[in-house]
């Protein structure tokens, strides 16, 4: 469970996660056919997907068990904070942000910026959405997991954010990107960004 400062609560998928790439993920990973970078991979069915499908991929995340499940499907991931150093910057086709990892950082202006650096000239960063509505909400969350007892364990204050299908044009333009492609799957949606000409991006 997600409890963020505005008093809103939501239950995270942890069982999805761990499984497989669901079908709804195949579209989106279709659309990967080149080196691709999966930001805050979490136990790595995404990258392994990738891996399995030919694809180089490589999982980040900053949780060194999250490398360790990714690891053990077979797929490559590296502990790594995402805005420190990565290899190949600049030479990446493609950087997934899905399941709510827009999110990281606290600001997907700043986040989608630092994607774009990433990425190789006509690549692409395959985000996942907030339905229409909501639009870019910044603030704090916290982790709450409900004890063997019952009650709720919650964790401290972390910064988070969440991106609509709507204010999705405006941060990405922020970070010297455009939406390519907005589209919806299994009631899940998801935007293609690809790079504008040359820019620093979004700096703060």
Avoid: K
Wanted: glycine residues 14%; positive net charge; aromatic residues 6%.
């Amino acid at each position: 469970m997600v409890h963020d400062d505005n008093g809103s609560r939501r239950r995270l998928p942890v069982r999805r996660w761990h499984g497989p790439a669901e079908p709804t993920m195949d579209d989106v990973l279709g659309r990967c056919v080149g080196p691709t970078l999966d930001l805050g991979c979490g136990p790595g069915r995404l990258t392994s997907a990738l891996s399995r499908a030919g694809v180089t991929a490589v999982g980040v995340d900053i949780s060194a068990q999250a490398v360790r499940l990714t690891r053990a499907r077979g797929a490559v991931a590296l502990r790594a904070d995402l805005f420190a150093p990565l290899p190949a910057e600049g030479r990446w086709a493609h950087v997934l942000l899905i399941d709510g990892n827009i999110g990281i950082g606290g600001d997907p202006r700043v986040l989608l910026a630092r994607c774009r650096d990433l990425l190789r000239p006509g690549g692409t960063v395959l985000v996942e959405l907030e339905p229409p509505g909501p639009g870019l909400w910044m603030g704090r969350a916290r982790l709450a997991v409900e004890g063997a007892e019952g009650g709720w364990h919650v964790g401290p204050p972390f910064r988070w954010a969440r991106l609509d299908t709507v204010a999705v044009t405006g941060a990405a333009s922020a970070a010297g990107l455009v939406v390519r492609d907005l589209f919806r799957r299994d009631r899940r949606w998801f935007a293609e960004l690809t790079a504008t000409a040359p820019t620093h991006g979004y700096r703060i």
